[in-house]
Nanobody, 122 residues
Framework: QLPLVESGGGLVQPGGSLTISCTTG????????VAWFHQAPGKEREGVSC????????TYADSVKGRFIISRDDAKNTVYLKMNSLKPEDTGVYYC???????????????WGKGTLVTVAP
């Protein structure tokens, strides 16, 4: 397992926006698909979004379609998740992960970060 590092979490009011980031200093992340996962308090981790190595193909969970957007900047070796119109149920720890291959499959993620906490509350 190789380390990924998430950042950018914090406290946001309902309806607000926040962008979180995923990077690593260990290898070139742009070679691989990268996914974001969400774990709400007391619930199972679930896939939120994934971006292929090309950056052209993206997937989103139904719960975030139209609100979140995933992107990558290979020059910065970073993948982003822009979260808009945030709801209290979006609260939880967000993890990034990669299978270290080019295709997105949520069940095939072997390398993870330790997560960043997002809290959506008044």
């Amino acid at each position: 397992q190789l380390p990924l590092v998430e950042s950018g979490g914090g406290l946001v009011q309902p309806g607000g926006s926040l962008t979180i980031s995923c990077t690593t200093g260990e290898y070139i992340l742009g070679y691989y698909a990268v996914a974001w996962f969400h774990q709400a308090p007391g619930k199972e981790r679930e896939g939120v979004s994934c971006i292929g190595s090309s950056g052209e193909i993206t997937t989103y969970a139904d719960s975030v379609k139209g609100r979140f957007i995933i992107s990558r900047d290979d020059a910065k070796n970073t993948v982003y998740l822009k979260m808009n119109s945030l709801k209290p149920e979006d609260t939880g720890v967000y993890y990034c992960a990669t299978p270290r291959h080019r295709l997105c499959r949520f069940h095939d993620m072997d390398y993870w970060g330790k997560g960043t906490l997002v809290t959506v509350a008044p």
